[in-house]
């Protein structure tokens, strides 16, 4: 784990040539290395990126022709690459999971991260956002030990949901990953400051490289493609168009100021209850890795219809234990 690394966020204007999307990033990300970067990130979607309601010509598995040209553009640039989102192919469905893949300088793939909460909007004119239609969602939070130290991974809606981040948080990261593909019409309202907002809330470093301007059948990007410290100031980002972004990182600075405001520290786990529904028959699986050490769980194995799982968060001080009832 290194004190200081120069990390690049990349912006892109990906479209459904794949070919020509792929020699992009490989371009950009040469560029970044020949600047000093040690990680570079592209935006999400970036080796292909279809108008709304388009099929995916090319679904991808992980070990596919997109990822094994992105693990040798990796290993010849001797870079950490995150690659955004693609495609990842889902046996025996028409959908696909939309994935990140972490790709370490040797081009081995360190982690995947499939995208928890799916962009599924009612806003005027934009009704017909509904990714969960092409889309299967994920459900594994995700942390990676890196040469940065321990990178949070995520994808573009999920940046609203800050729960999620203080989750990667708990579990070390210090750099949350944000590639996204953000609406013009959301992205000039929100785009910035929820990102300042996560790095502030978590003291953490966020990268956000970004998709922009227009991708072909009436769909666009707002761009803006940054690099926010734990501070929350903006300290390198894209202004407009294909490019990239580099700013040093400061991890001696960012633990100063995490022993200085230990807000992450204060944290406090509140009383909550959730009730998810499951198939009769079935036990506290549902709870799975989400659970921590602090959870009860009491199961309804009577519930007519299905099994109420009530999953109960005390506080950070509570003792542990389970019951079936």
Same mark, same amino acid.
């Given at each position: 784990?290194?004190?200081?690394?120069?990390?690049?966020?990349?912006?892109?204007?990906?479209?459904?040539?794949?070919?020509?999307?792929?020699?992009?990033?490989?371009?950009?990300?040469?560029?970044?290395?020949?600047?000093?970067?040690?990680?570079?990130?592209?935006?999400?979607?970036?080796?292909?990126?279809?108008?709304?309601?388009?099929?995916?010509?090319?679904?991808?598995?992980?070990?596919?022709?997109?990822?094994?040209?992105?693990?040798?553009?990796?290993?010849?640039?001797?870079?950490?690459?995150?690659?955004?989102?693609?495609?990842?192919?889902?046996?025996?469905?028409?959908?696909?999971?939309?994935?990140?893949?972490?790709?370490?300088?040797?081009?081995?793939?360190?982690?995947?991260?499939?995208?928890?909460?799916?962009?599924?909007?009612?806003?005027?004119?934009?009704?017909?956002?509904?990714?969960?239609?092409?889309?299967?969602?994920?459900?594994?939070?995700?942390?990676?030990?890196?040469?940065?130290?321990?990178?949070?991974?995520?994808?573009?809606?999920?940046?609203?949901?800050?729960?999620?981040?203080?989750?990667?948080?708990?579990?070390?990261?210090?750099?949350?990953?944000?590639?996204?593909?953000?609406?013009?019409?959301?992205?000039?309202?929100?785009?910035?400051?929820?990102?300042?907002?996560?790095?502030?809330?978590?003291?953490?470093?966020?990268?956000?490289?970004?998709?922009?301007?227009?991708?072909?059948?009436?769909?666009?990007?707002?761009?803006?493609?940054?690099?926010?410290?734990?501070?929350? $100031? #903006?300290?390198? *980002? +894209? /202004?407009? &168009?294909?490019?990239?972004?580099? !700013?040093?990182?400061?991890?001696?600075?960012?633990? %100063?100021?995490?022993?200085?405001?230990?807000?992450?520290?204060?944290?406090?786990?509140?009383?909550? $209850? #959730?009730?998810? *529904? +499951? /198939?009769? &028959?079935?036990?506290?699986?549902? !709870?799975?890795?989400?659970?921590?050490?602090?959870? %009860?769980?009491?199961?309804?194995?009577?519930?007519?219809?299905?099994?109420?799982?009530?999953?109960?968060?005390?506080?950070?001080?509570?003792?542990?234990?389970?019951?079936?009832?």
């Amino acid at each position: 784990m290194t004190a200081r690394a120069l990390a690049a966020v990349v912006q892109m204007t990906s479209t459904t040539d794949v070919e020509r999307n792929l020699a992009a990033a490989e371009s950009l990300v040469e560029q970044a290395a020949a600047r000093g970067a040690a990680f570079v990130g592209l935006p999400e979607n970036f080796a292909f990126l279809r108008s709304e309601g388009e099929p995916v010509p090319e679904p991808q598995d992980l070990d596919g022709p997109w990822v094994r040209r992105m693990a040798s553009l990796a290993q010849r640039a001797r870079v950490t690459l995150l690659l955004g989102s693609l495609p990842e192919r889902v046996p025996g469905d028409r959908r696909v999971r939309n994935t990140s893949v972490l790709l370490g300088p040797d081009g081995a793939r360190i982690a995947v991260y499939r995208k928890i909460h799916l962009f599924d909007i009612d806003l005027p004119g934009m009704e017909h956002l509904k990714e969960s239609r092409s889309v299967v969602p994920g459900d594994e939070v995700v942390v990676a030990p890196t040469a940065l130290g321990t990178l949070g991974l995520s994808i573009c809606y999920d940046v609203r949901f800050p729960e999620l981040y203080r989750e990667l948080s708990r579990r070390g990261a210090r750099v949350l990953c944000v590639p996204s593909a953000f609406t013009e019409r959301t992205g000039k309202a929100h785009w910035e400051v929820l990102l300042r907002a996560r790095a502030i809330e978590n003291l953490a470093y966020v990268l956000a490289p970004a998709q922009v301007g227009q991708h072909g059948g009436g769909r666009a990007s707002h761009g803006q493609s940054m690099i926010v410290d734990p501070w929350g $100031a #903006v300290v390198a *980002q +894209v /202004p407009d &168009g294909e490019g990239f972004a580099l !700013a040093e990182l400061d991890f001696e600075r960012l633990e %100063r100021l995490r022993r200085e405001l230990p807000a992450l520290r204060h944290a406090r786990h509140y009383l909550r $209850a #959730v009730c998810l *529904q +499951v /198939p009769r &028959g079935k036990l506290a699986e549902v !709870a799975g890795d989400a659970l921590d050490q602090h959870a %009860r769980v009491l199961i309804d194995e009577d519930a007519h219809a299905a099994l109420a799982a009530v999953l109960l968060f005390a506080t950070t001080s509570a003792t542990a234990d389970s019951s079936v009832g």
